[in-house]
């Protein structure tokens, strides 16, 4: 039997200590007679090919994010090629440069640990990925590799201020430079379990200060509890994210309603104030019911089209929420405007209040 795995990622800003976390963890794990793995990325991805997706676009700023975005996806392919069967370590056969530092901390660590500290099974071997992984969208690509070998996952965040981040970045070899720090912590996403259903399995260390043994420990139960429930592969469960995705555009279309509903009670109110003659108000109330009924469905539509294909992935009801009903303001304000009622004759707390 090939030997059982975890995929275990390490995130957080540059010098939140993860580096650090990784080498203890390891010294940790290889003293409970476990095979460890260490994928750095700083040390895999050259630093030419380095692009924190800088907001500037521009022809040269979009090619070093197409560059460094294969880059990620070769670390994740020889993760793939190792994971097919760990106790088989053959080179990695991706692109060049990174499957050759690839191959190098293979040939590097110790990862089996050594036959007489080995029981009759075949040892756990824990792999820990040290990045960033800012978004939530990089880490799940890791899941889905776990899920598709049938191993185990988990993260671990570390939790660090900037400031912190900052003046340890300073005494780094190679120190990243503040502006990328500052602009990675405006956009890290941390694991959350209450949005997605795929981080449960996820623990948050406070790295301010050196990491405690009662620290050590956490992770490695939670290291032995993924080694000891290996994620399902993938199914084909079509059904289950059709009746998935079809939940959340009602919770959509049910949010929009009621805010729509506050936005056409405004119009009204704003018709009234105007001492438009009664057929006037009653033309108006049809227009606006009828746009409401119209705008809803097409916004089901829309969101069903738009929905990821993983039924696990965040979708934030709120945001859709919010530029939807952007949309129907206009359309309520053209409507106001068809039946030259002022639409900007609203109060301010008419005009917030949805």
């Known amino acids: 039997m090939p030997a059982p795995v975890c995929l275990c990622v390490l995130c957080g800003l540059p010098a939140s200590g993860k580096s650090s976390l990784a080498q203890v963890a390891s010294a940790q794990i290889r003293k409970q007679g476990w095979g460890t793995f260490i994928i750095s990325y700083d040390q895999l991805i050259t630093e030419d090919a380095f692009d924190f997706c800088s907001s500037v676009e521009d022809e040269s700023s979009q090619t070093k994010r197409t560059r460094w975005k294969q880059h990620r996806q070769a670390v994740l392919s020889c993760l793939e090629g190792f994971l097919k069967d760990p106790e088989d370590l053959r080179p990695c056969e991706t692109e060049r440069s990174v499957g050759e530092r690839f191959n190098l901390e293979i040939q ?33 690509e890791v899941y889905q590799l776990a899920r598709k070998y049938s191993v185990g996952f988990c993260q671990v965040f570390l939790h660090c201020p900037v400031d912190v981040c900052l003046s340890r970045n300073q005494d780094r070899g190679q120190p990243v430079s503040d502006e990328v720090i500052v602009e990675m912590s405006k956009r890290m996403e941390p694991p959350n379990a209450v949005k997605n259903q795929w981080e449960q399995s996820s623990l948050t260390l406070n790295s301010t200060s050196n990491l405690t043994d009662i620290n050590i420990q956490n992770l490695l139960q939670l290291m032995t509890l993924a080694l000891e429930n290996p994620l399902s592969p993938v199914q084909d469960d079509s059904e289950q994210r059709d009746a998935d995705r079809e939940r959340c555009a009602s919770s959509v279309v049910h949010q929009a309603d009621q805010a729509c509903r506050r936005l056409v009670s405004q119009a009204m109110v704003t018709a009234r104030e105007s001492k438009v003659p009664p057929e006037v108000l009653r033309a108006l109330a049809k227009d606006l019911s009828e746009q409401k009924s119209v705008f809803l469905e097409d916004l089901r539509r829309h969101v069903l089209r738009q929905l990821p294909g993983w039924e696990r992935e965040t979708v934030d009801v709120e945001r859709v929420v919010d530029r939807a009903l952007n949309v129907f303001q206009q359309q309520t304000d053209s409507v106001l405007q068809r039946h030259s009622i002022n639409a900007g004759a609203r109060s301010d707390s008419q005009k917030y209040s949805a």
């Open 108 to 140: 590097k660590q110790q990862i089996l640990p050594p036959p007489e500290r080995t029981s009759s099974q075949a040892p756990w071997v824990t792999v820990l990925l040290d990045d960033n992984f800012y978004y939530q969208s990089m880490r799940y």
